[in-house]
């Protein structure tokens, strides 16, 4: 069963896409929408698109805390979960 939920369950690539559809389109401006989806495409789809989104989590590693990183929430401090 606990391996049918992690099949099934989305990757980052497909909830940006449920944003867009579900929230974005209903309550933003086409130019937010694109704003939206070009910096989602070139950014965080290219680097975690195909990640289960219960796999992502933030890096916990050294360097991050000491720029800070982690505490901004950068995209930068993600990675997939390596536990």
């Known amino acids: 069963m606990a391996k049918a939920a992690a099949r099934a369950a989305p990757t980052v690539k ?3 896409c449920k944003f867009m559809e579900d929230y974005s389109r ?3 401006k086409p130019s937010t929408q ?3 989806q070009s910096v989602s495409d070139r ?10 989104v219960q796999d992502v989590k933030p890096r916990c590693d050294r360097n991050d805390e000491e720029d800070g990183a982690q ?3 950068d995209v930068h ?3 997939p979960y390596q536990g």
Request: aromatic share 4%; net charge positive.
């Open 77 to 79: 401090a993600l990675r």
């Open 43 to 52: 950014s965080i789809i290219l680097m975690i698109g195909k990640i289960k």
């Open 34 to 36: 694109e704003g939206y």
């Open 14 to 16: 497909e909830l940006r």
């Open 71 to 73: 505490d901004r929430g």
């Open 26 to 28: 209903q309550r933003n």
